[in-house]
């Protein structure tokens, strides 16, 4: 098939859908305090419109897929979509992000139905910290949806930790110590420029992480585990997983972004830190029409930028919401 190229030559191959806006927890970097007005739920996308979308997708040259929020299992039946999206010829990548806390109940049904990994994300080992940057999170949910995830076959888990300099950035290296002893594949992000928690002084860059990674030992290069993200991946010789960095902020790593991001009401985003978004629902209701999904989601590729400008940034976006976008 013919490669889905943008305009600035880059190949388009991932598009991550948020399932629901809607989240159990209300981590402080990423969703403010007070309840938020979800979504309507005629607003969202019923699952047979989003495998309409999929396989419109996938015709273009979209191989790759993930689930996320919101909190995409809080979305009821998520299973069915899962099985649907198992089917759709050309996809060869279903993955899950999600904050962990339901997933001990669904990680042997989804991997049944198709999903072929996960991305836990967890900022720290400690329960109150944990309950603090969550706002009301019980930290033993999560941890028992990781031993559910590993069980269950889902293949690589990937633990997604946020460092935030004074709030968990002295777990760095127990937080990777999780790779030594485990399977799992611990990826330090950068703080995003979203919202009124960042600052400058919170963002702890890619380059300090490393340094502190190496107090355990030298890192040599690795095969990033499945996924064909911008994490840069390490291990420690005898470690049973891997450890990456991702420098959402410090490092322009846009050359290589392959992505789409569909929001939970259908809006087509073609950069996280962008707000020009293409409307699909338009060509998905009253009644689906198949070319015109195909032409917006060319328009949407089309219109990708070369850059986004959160390196540039001093003080989080108040428009930007990882929750609402699809993080
Ligand atoms: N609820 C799911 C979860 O927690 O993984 C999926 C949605 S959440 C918005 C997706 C990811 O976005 C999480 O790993 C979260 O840590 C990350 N995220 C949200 N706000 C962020 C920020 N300001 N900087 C970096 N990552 C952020």
Redesign the pocket.
């Known amino acids: 098939m013919k490669p889905l190229l943008d305009s600035f030559g880059r190949r388009i191959e991932y598009l991550r859908i ?1 399932v629901t806006d809607r ?3 209300r ?1 402080v ?3 403010p305090r007070e309840p938020v007005s979800w979504l309507p739920r005629q607003e969202i996308l019923r699952f047979e419109e989003i495998l309409e979308v999929v396989r419109a997708g996938a015709e273009l040259g979209l191989t790759r897929v993930r689930l ?6 809080l979305r009821p039946g998520l299973t069915d979509l899962v099985a649907g999206l198992a089917q759709v010829p050309g996809l060869r990548d279903l993955a899950l ?4 806390v339901l997933l001990a109940r669904q990680a042997g049904v989804l991997a049944r139905a198709g999903l072929k990994r996960v ?3 967890l ?1 720290t080992l400690d329960p109150q910290r944990f309950a603090a940057v969550t706002r009301f999170g019980k930290i033993d949910d999560v941890l028992a949806g990781i031993e559910a995830a590993l069980e269950a076959g889902l293949a690589p888990v990937k633990i ?3 460092v935030m300099r004074g709030v968990n950035d002295d777990e760095i290296v127990p937080m990777a110590r999780l790779a030594w002893e485990r399977p799992l594949h611990v990826r330090f ?7 009124e ?2 600052t400058r002084e919170r963002l702890v860059s890619s380059r300090e992480i490393l340094e502190r990674l190496t107090a355990l030992g030298p890192l040599e290069p690795a095969e990033p585990a499945a996924g064909c993200g911008p994490a840069r991946t390490f291990r420690w010789a005898g470690a049973k997983g891997t450890v990456g960095v991702i420098g ?2 410090t490092q322009a790593f846009c050359a290589g972004c392959n992505r789409l991001r569909l929001t939970a009401s259908g809006q087509l985003r073609p950069c996280l830190d962008d707000d020009s978004a293409v409307d699909l629902k338009e060509a998905l209701r009253p009644k689906v029409d198949a070319a015109r999904l195909a032409k917006q989601i060319l328009r949407a590729v089309a219109a990708k930028p070369e850059m986004h400008g959160m390196f540039r940034r001093e003080t ?1 976006s108040a428009r930007l ?3 609402g ?3």
């Open positions: 948020s989240c159990n927890l981590c970097y990423c969703l996320t929020g919101g909190e995409p299992l992000t999600t904050n962990g991305n836990v994300s900022d997604n930790v946020v992000i950068e703080l995003m420029p979203i919202g928690y960042f959402a902020v989080g919401c990882m929750a976008v699809g993080g």
